[in-house]
């Protein structure tokens, strides 16, 4: 039976969920999506849209009366609405999956409980609290917002006892934990999918590079031992068997100097570091999202080839419309979002640089340097400041 999905969330995850859902037509006759700004990077690749806040409750019953089944790009979706729409629309993740997820302390505590291996990690309500943490802890560590955190906007690294006030301060009133600073060596993260059936399946590892706390580029396979890349797959695995929601979760996870793996965070969407298997694997994470969520059979996880993601970030220098980019060359496979405006790191794009011929991952980091010279955002007129 052809269902119609919704999907909280038109930015670039919710368009390429879309343009894998109209590669299904046999199984998703219409697409809608809830996103305030109009004409959504969703809407641009053929959503339906309606435009409201993603909290906005009467939006989200309007978008469960119309759909059959619903599943969100963001997690900050408000998990009592979405619990009480669940007689209209099957909702995956469920609510109740998201609302232990979008809290990054309900998160740790659930996988802690579930000895899923996480840095140490401890609840803050007041100052005294953080003194208590840090006793704990040492220096440096991290205080980060429980909520509605990314792209690193919602962390403190206290590096020192003067810091703590100025830390506490900064997050004005919102619910806190703090964290032990992992000194890792590598961030890597796995892509992992749970059918509405129970079957379970992880993308092979990939490394995570960030520069200002934005992922940059990721690499895969990630450049680690395969004893390391099992374990972290298997963990990934069990996180997904303990979590129980359907569809693509991004596992982000530390590899220590010791190889130990902690799991950083999950989240309940399909995520920017599984871009990659648009070209790299024989299913996109995409697809395998809808497949989880329609209850089908998941699809191959299989890397066909080596392949590095480079993310197209907005410059620093400048806000407004930019040149467009262009890059037409062999086995690089660039995807921009349809975003008008470019702001400060904003995610504007990607490529993907696939190997060929068994070209190495160091070979493909050597070409990548010219590559990103091409994408350099640049402005439309001369606005710059
Ligand atoms: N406990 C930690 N130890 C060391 N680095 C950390 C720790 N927690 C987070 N980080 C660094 O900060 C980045 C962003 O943190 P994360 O908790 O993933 O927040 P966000 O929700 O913004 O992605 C991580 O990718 C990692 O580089
Ligand atoms: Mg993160």
Same mark, same amino acid.
């Given at each position: 039976m052809q269902k119609v999905l919704g999907i909280i969330g038109g930015g670039q995850l919710g368009m390429m969920i879309t343009e894998s859902a109209k590669n299904m037509p046999e199984h998703i006759s219409k697409i809608i999506v809830l996103d305030p700004t109009p004409n959504c990077p969703a809407a641009q690749a053929g959503a339906e849209q309606i435009i409201a806040d993603f909290k906005d409750k009467n939006a989200i019953m309007e978008l469960a009366?119309? !759909?059959?089944? *619903?599943?969100?790009?963001?997690?900050?979706?408000?998990?009592? &609405?979405?619990?009480?729409?669940?007689?209209?629309?099957?909702?995956?993740?469920?609510?109740?999956?998201?609302?232990? *997820?979008?809290?990054?302390?309900?998160?740790?505590?659930f996988l802690k409980e579930n000895?899923?291996?996480?840095?140490?990690?401890? =609840?803050?309500s007041s100052i005294s609290d953080l003194q208590e943490g840090l006793k704990k802890f040492?220096? +440096? $560590?991290?205080?980060?917002?429980?909520?509605?955190?990314?792209?690193?906007r919602g962390n403190f690294k206290i590096e020192c006892f003067e810091q703590i006030q100025q830390s506490f301060d900064y997050f004005k009133g919102q619910k806190l934990m703090l964290e032990k600073y992992i000194p890792f060596k590598m961030e890597v993260s796995v892509i992992a999918s749970r059918n509405t059936k129970g079957q379970i399946k992880t993308f092979p590892l990939v490394?995570? *590079?960030?520069?200002? %706390?934005?992922?940059?580029?990721?690499?895969?396979?990630?450049?680690?031992?395969?004893?390391? !890349?099992?374990? $972290?797959? !298997?963990?990934?695995s069990i996180a997904?068997?303990?979590?129980?929601?359907?569809?693509?979760?991004?596992?982000?996870?530390?590899?220590?100097?010791?190889n130990e793996i902690l799991i950083n965070e999950i989240a309940p969407?399909?995520? %920017?570091?599984?871009h990659h298997t648009l070209q790299s694997s024989e299913t996109s994470q995409f697809e395998q999202h809808l497949r989880a969520i329609l209850g089908l059979e998941l699809g191959s996880t299989k890397l066909l080839h080596p392949t590095i993601m480079y993310n197209i970030?907005?410059?620093? !220098?400048?806000?407004?419309?930019?040149?467009?980019?262009?890059?037409s060359e +062999? %086995? &690089?496979?660039?995807?921009?979002?349809?975003?008008?405006?470019?702001? +400060?790191?904003?995610?504007?794009?990607?490529?993907?640089?696939? $190997?060929?011929?068994? =070209?190495?991952? =160091?070979?493909?980091?050597?070409?990548?340097?010219?590559?990103?010279?091409k994408v350099i955002v640049k402005p439309i007129s001369s606005t710059n400041f």
């Open positions: 009366e119309k !759909s059959d089944i *619903i599943t969100y790009e963001i997690e900050s979706g408000d998990s009592d &609405v979405l619990k009480s729409v669940e007689n209209k629309a099957e909702i995956d993740p469920s609510p109740e999956t998201l609302q232990i *997820i979008q809290d990054k302390f309900l998160q740790k505590s000895k899923i291996p996480i840095p140490e990690f401890m =609840e803050i040492g220096y +440096p $560590a991290i205080l980060k917002a429980r909520r509605d955190a990314y792209d690193g490394e995570n *590079i960030h520069e200002e %706390n934005i992922l940059r580029q990721t690499i895969v396979p990630a450049r680690i031992s395969e004893k390391v !890349s099992k374990k $972290a797959e !298997s963990i990934a997904m068997k303990v979590l129980k929601g359907a569809g693509v979760f991004g596992i982000e996870m530390f590899v220590t100097n010791e969407r399909v995520h %920017n570091s599984g970030l907005g410059s620093k !220098s400048f806000e407004g419309k930019y040149k467009p980019i262009v890059l +062999p %086995n &690089v496979y660039l995807k921009m979002y349809g975003k008008e405006i470019s702001k +400060p790191l904003r995610k504007l794009g990607h490529f993907n640089l696939v $190997a060929e011929n068994g =070209e190495t991952i =160091e070979l493909l980091l050597y070409k990548l340097e010219s590559l990103k010279e």
